[in-house]
């Protein structure tokens, strides 16, 4: 089994570990290694439709792919070691890394490790919803991928479920892709997110449903149809070809979670000290896997804070005693 | 596709059996009956194998040591066992030898324990014993502190409930035999010796008939006898799967004390390192209607934590129901009938993925004793199945796998390709999730969604995708 070494590897190259990474080059770092499972580094950005990504970063507008090509070509310029392809499947106790390739089982052992795995939407089966189960009923990560990363679209007349920001992304980027939602439905009595952004929906003729709940999925193979429960209570039957769940993220922590680390059971995000370290001192945590609602920006300026106190680390001037924060 | 009937020889060939109904017990059907030298043909008429009662069940592999002494499905149970753990190895087959406890939760329920252990000792499970509550916790520490008292049963296993039943298949194709999917019988006729029957893709001859329709047996007899021995009352049983981090909670199948309906609620860990909660026992009219229950859900959640209190701090990565194909017997219907060259293998429950091997050699005695006879195959074929249990090396680990696409399960481009090619290519999305447990995992598809449509693209019946325009 092939066996390497680094001074800090990060697991997720996102903006926030891309951030993290070429932030640790500057500061002198001699040998980051950046672990992206996926043949592409970027993260959730590249397959964003809404603008505007890279304000902060680069002063302009850009769309989320234009943002995570720009962030992982400075990456690169700084020298950092992007391993794409590459699946981290546990964490040993002294930052000894199992790795998966197309080469098989590999180790890599950092002296320290920072955790940017990021979040994800919480899917169907996860909100224990009725009904059947055909295929169609997806994620907006999930529809968002297959629309702008391989341009192809699951269904034309989705339900979109939620009414956070993320879906009113899904709601652009279906119809971007020539599909017609439907229905946005709300179990809540008013929009989660900015009031009036349902009026885009609504003007483009996708009702903007709150107080209603969805109660059960129709269709053997293929999604037929979903019942709602309308606010008098009484039952409706709306036809639509898939399901899309949004928001209601979540941190994927599950490498943290089965290497014992402490993780809090409320968010499913690791419990971190004041310097951003998990319960194990060698790993820290950042950007969305420690609170899942932040946007791609938010997660690159974090990563450059974090960049900071891994290198204080590094040299020993971090305490060796951790003591969870609230932060 | 492979198994077109009208692009291949079935048409004008006579078999020496037909197996109707590719669930665990056609499959291992098959197997047998193969691997004896018989020429075999197997119809399904769904778009794939496995989409009956076999593709929910709780992937434990029983001693029968509750089952009643003296019946069939005991005598299957046991058989099944053995020749599971003969041939385990070979076919590169898993075992999760966990043990179960059966957890009594009160005193009356204490005091049903002794009969538990009498009738294990009956079916020659011996190796039953009583636990107090302080030996149980000792044992399981992420039990509830309530449990009461227990028996544990040490041989009561989990194995794969999908790579298993696809390796019998498999195994008898490569050895000789014929499967056809999306074809169903329409009519069937007996005349000197021979069945001739219509299916929905052409005629087909065969010798001898094993009826395997599970949820369709009773309509199935209808058909080819005029009048069935037994009636198929549909029983669903809905399941939840918590992530992997919850099968750290218990080692053994925590077993509830059972009643006449049901071995009911199990909590176990499953071959693939998860952990399920399940199933329900609910009599219905359908006989396809696998559609899950928010309520029932949270009950069945509620138990769970109930049963282990940690759980209430652990994620649900799955749902998902299954039909029990039951009966107005309590033990199996397998009955041969002589004159008409048929076998009948009717109202096999939740004990079918391990009766299977049981059952298959039973009616192959069956069948010997109608009068048939054949050359055993000398030198066998052993398939070639990548195995998704955690405790077998799994296919993420070698060179060569083209990398993984479906994280949370860690299952390789490799491993997907496989599935969609060779005799039992899948053709459905859920056909591939059986195969690879791809999207199954806790983010259910969020991120390898896209990935899998493009795999698959002009490879399922239903596609995943369309291209934009």
Same mark, same amino acid.
């Given at each position: 089994?092939?066996?390497?070494q680094c001074?800090?590897?990060?697991?997720g190259?996102?903006?926030?570990g891309?951030s993290?990474a070429t932030e640790?080059k500057k500061?002198?770092?001699?040998?980051?290694a950046?672990?992206?499972r996926?043949?592409?580094?970027?993260?959730?950005?590249?397959?964003?439709?809404?603008? @505007?990504?890279?304000? #902060? %970063?680069?002063r302009?507008?850009?769309?989320?792919?234009?943002? /995570?090509?720009?962030?992982t070509?400075?990456a690169?310029?700084?020298g950092?070691?992007?391993?794409?392809?590459?699946?981290?499947?546990?964490l040993?106790?002294?930052?000894?890394?199992s790795?998966?390739t197309?080469?098989?089982?590999?180790?890599?052992?950092a002296?320290r490790?920072v955790?940017?795995?990021?979040?994800?939407?919480? @899917?169907?089966?996860?909100?224990?919803?009725? &009904?059947?189960?055909p295929?169609?009923?997806m994620?907006?990560?999930a529809?968002?991928s297959m629309?702008?990363l391989?341009?192809?679209?699951?269904?034309?007349? +989705?339900?979109?479920? &939620?009414?956070?920001?993320?879906?009113?992304?899904?709601?652009?980027?279906c119809?971007?892709a020539?599909?017609?939602?439907?229905?946005?439905?709300?179990?809540?009595?008013?929009?989660?997110?900015w #009031?009036?952004?349902a009026?885009?929906?609504?003007l483009l003729?996708?009702?903007?449903?709150?107080?209603?709940?969805l109660?059960?999925?129709?269709?053997?193979?293929?999604?037929?149809?979903?019942?709602?429960? #309308?606010?008098?209570?009484?039952?409706a039957t709306?036809?639509?070809?898939?399901?899309?769940?949004?928001?209601?993220f979540i941190? %994927?922590?599950?490498?943290?979670?089965?290497?014992?680390?402490?993780?809090d059971?409320v =968010? $499913?995000?690791?419990?971190?000290?004041?310097y951003g370290?998990?319960?194990?001192?060698?790993?820290?945590?950042?950007?969305?896997?420690?609170?899942?609602?932040k946007?791609?920006?938010?997660?690159?300026?974090e990563?450059r804070?974090?960049?900071?106190?891994?290198?204080?680390?590094?040299?020993?001037?971090?305490?060796?005693?951790?003591?969870?924060t609230?932060? | 596709?492979?198994d077109? @009937?009208?692009?291949?020889?079935?048409?004008g060939?006579?078999?020496?059996v037909?197996?109707?109904?590719?669930?665990?017990?056609g499959c291992?059907?098959?197997?047998r009956?193969?691997?004896?030298?018989?020429?075999?043909?197997?119809?399904?008429k769904a778009?794939?194998?496995?989409?009956?009662a076999?593709?929910g069940?709780?992937?434990?592999?029983?001693?029968g040591?509750?089952?009643?002494p003296?019946?069939?499905?005991?005598?299957?149970?046991?058989?099944?066992?053995?020749e599971?753990?003969q041939?385990?190895?070979?076919?590169?087959?898993?075992?999760?030898?966990?043990?179960?406890?059966?957890v009594?939760?009160n005193?009356?329920?204490a005091?049903m324990l002794?009969?538990?252990v009498?009738k294990a000792?009956?079916?020659?499970?011996?190796d039953?014993?009583?636990?107090?509550s302080a030996q149980?916790?000792?044992?399981e +520490?992420?039990?509830?502190k309530k449990a009461?008292a227990a028996v544990e049963v040490?041989?009561?296993?989990?194995?794969?409930?999908?790579? =298993?039943? *696809?390796?019998?298949?498999?195994?008898?194709?490569?050895?000789g035999? =014929?499967?056809?999917r999306?074809t169903a019988?329409?009519?069937?006729?007996?005349?000197?010796?021979l069945?001739q029957?219509?299916?929905n893709?052409g005629k087909?001859?065969?010798?001898?008939?094993?009826?395997c329709?599970?949820? *369709?047996g009773?309509l199935l007899?209808?058909?080819?006898l005029g009048q069935?021995?037994?009636?198929?009352?549909?029983?669903k049983g809905?399941?939840?799967?918590?992530?992997?981090?919850?099968?750290?909670?218990?080692?053994?199948?925590?077993?509830?004390?059972p009643n006449e309906? /049901?071995?009911?609620i199990?909590v176990c860990?499953?071959i693939?390192g $998860?952990?399920?909660?399940?199933? =329900?026992?609910?009599?219905?009219?359908?006989r396809?209607?696998?559609?899950?229950?928010?309520n029932?859900?949270?009950a069945?959640h509620n138990?769970?934590?109930?049963?282990?209190?940690?759980?209430?701090?652990?994620?649900v990565?799955?749902?998902?129901a299954?039909?029990?194909p039951?009966?107005?017997f309590?033990?199996?219907?397998?009955?041969p *009938?002589?004159?008409?060259?048929?076998?009948?293998?009717?109202?096999?429950? !939740?004990t079918?993925?391990?009766?299977a091997?049981?059952i298959?050699?039973?009616?192959?005695?069956?069948?010997?004793?109608m009068?048939?006879s054949h050359?055993?195959?000398?030198?066998?074929?052993?398939p070639d199945?990548?195995?998704?249990a955690e405790?077998?090396? #799994?296919?993420?680990?070698k060179p060569?796998?083209g990398?993984i696409?479906?994280h949370?399960e860690?299952?390789?481009?490799?491993?997907i390709e496989?599935?969609?090619?060779g005799?039992?290519a899948?053709?459905?999305?859920a056909g591939?999730?059986?195969? /690879?447990?791809?999207?199954?995992g806790?983010c259910?598809?969020?991120?390898? !969604?896209?990935e899998?449509?493009?795999?698959?693209a002009n490879?399922?019946?239903?596609p995943?995708?369309?291209?934009?325009t």
């Amino acid at each position: 089994m092939k066996s390497t070494q680094c001074q800090v590897a990060i697991i997720g190259a996102g903006p926030g570990g891309l951030s993290i990474a070429t932030e640790l080059k500057k500061l002198g770092v001699d040998h980051v290694a950046l672990l992206e499972r996926e043949s592409t580094a970027g993260g959730i950005p590249r397959h964003c439709g809404h603008s @505007p990504f890279g304000m #902060r %970063e680069f002063r302009r507008v850009l769309s989320g792919a234009e943002y /995570t090509r720009r962030l992982t070509a400075q990456a690169e310029k700084a020298g950092v070691e992007i391993r794409l392809a590459t699946t981290v499947t546990e964490l040993g106790q002294c930052g000894e890394l199992s790795l998966s390739t197309n080469e098989g089982r590999q180790q890599l052992k950092a002296e320290r490790v920072v955790i940017c795995s990021g979040a994800r939407e919480k @899917p169907r089966a996860a909100r224990l919803v009725s &009904g059947a189960r055909p295929q169609a009923v997806m994620t907006t990560g999930a529809l968002q991928s297959m629309i702008y990363l391989k341009q192809q679209r699951p269904c034309k007349r +989705p339900v979109i479920i &939620g009414s956070e920001m993320v879906a009113f992304s899904a709601f652009l980027s279906c119809r971007h892709a020539g599909m017609k939602p439907v229905a946005m439905i709300e179990a809540g009595p008013v929009v989660s997110w900015w #009031r009036l952004a349902a009026l885009l929906p609504r003007l483009l003729g996708t009702p903007v449903l709150t107080n209603t709940s969805l109660e059960a999925i129709e269709g053997k193979d293929k999604v037929r149809a979903v019942m709602l429960k #309308r606010p008098s209570g009484e039952l409706a039957t709306i036809d639509c070809d898939g399901v899309i769940f949004t928001g209601q993220f979540i941190g %994927e922590s599950t490498l943290a979670t089965m290497a014992g680390f402490a993780i809090d059971t409320v =968010t $499913n995000s690791p419990l971190v000290d004041a310097y951003g370290r998990c319960s194990n001192i060698n790993y820290f945590a950042s950007g969305n896997l420690r609170y899942p609602l932040k946007t791609a920006g938010q997660c690159w300026r974090e990563g450059r804070d974090m960049a900071s106190l891994v290198k204080a680390s590094l040299d020993g001037k971090l305490p060796d005693r951790w003591a969870q924060t609230n932060a | 596709m492979p198994d077109d @009937p009208s692009s291949d020889r079935i048409a004008g060939e006579e078999f020496d059996v037909v197996v109707i109904g590719s669930g665990v017990v056609g499959c291992a059907m098959a197997r047998r009956f193969t691997l004896e030298g018989a020429r075999v043909l197997v119809l399904e008429k769904a778009a794939d194998i496995l989409d009956g009662a076999s593709k929910g069940n709780s992937a434990i592999l029983h001693t029968g040591f509750d089952a009643e002494p003296g019946s069939l499905e005991q005598h299957c149970i046991q058989a099944g066992y053995e020749e599971y753990l003969q041939v385990k190895d070979e076919l590169n087959l898993p075992v999760l030898e966990s043990g179960a406890l059966v957890v009594a939760w009160n005193a009356a329920e204490a005091e049903m324990l002794g009969g538990i252990v009498d009738k294990a000792r009956a079916n020659s499970v011996r190796d039953v014993q009583h636990l107090s509550s302080a030996q149980l916790l000792v044992k399981e +520490p992420g039990l509830s502190k309530k449990a009461f008292a227990a028996v544990e049963v040490p041989r009561e296993f989990v194995i794969d409930p999908w790579t =298993t039943p *696809y390796t019998y298949l498999l195994q008898a194709i490569e050895n000789g035999a =014929t499967v056809k999917r999306d074809t169903a019988v329409i009519d069937a006729d007996f005349a000197a010796g021979l069945w001739q029957i219509e299916t929905n893709r052409g005629k087909i001859t065969a010798r001898t008939v094993i009826n395997c329709a599970g949820l *369709y047996g009773d309509l199935l007899e209808q058909k080819l006898l005029g009048q069935s021995a037994f009636e198929i009352r549909p029983r669903k049983g809905q399941f939840l799967v918590f992530d992997k981090s919850a099968s750290r909670l218990i080692d053994s199948i925590i077993l509830p004390v059972p009643n006449e309906i /049901t071995k009911g609620i199990v909590v176990c860990r499953t071959i693939f390192g $998860n952990l399920l909660v399940g199933p =329900t026992a609910e009599e219905q009219q359908s006989r396809d209607d696998a559609s899950v229950d928010a309520n029932t859900l949270q009950a069945l959640h509620n138990k769970g934590v109930e049963i282990i209190p940690e759980l209430a701090n652990h994620s649900v990565t799955a749902t998902y129901a299954g039909i029990r194909p039951a009966t107005e017997f309590k033990d199996y219907c397998i009955q041969p *009938y002589a004159e008409q060259n048929y076998i009948s293998v009717g109202g096999i429950r !939740s004990t079918g993925l391990t009766a299977a091997l049981g059952i298959a050699s039973h009616v192959f005695r069956l069948y010997q004793a109608m009068g048939n006879s054949h050359n055993q195959i000398d030198n066998f074929v052993v398939p070639d199945v990548l195995p998704l249990a955690e405790s077998l090396e #799994r296919n993420w680990s070698k060179p060569g796998n083209g990398g993984i696409v479906c994280h949370c399960e860690l299952v390789t481009r490799h491993e997907i390709e496989q599935a969609l090619s060779g005799p039992l290519a899948a053709n459905s999305l859920a056909g591939l999730k059986r195969r /690879t447990r791809a999207t199954m995992g806790r983010c259910q598809g969020f991120y390898c !969604s896209a990935e899998l449509s493009e795999m698959c693209a002009n490879r399922l019946q239903i596609p995943l995708s369309e291209p934009l325009t």
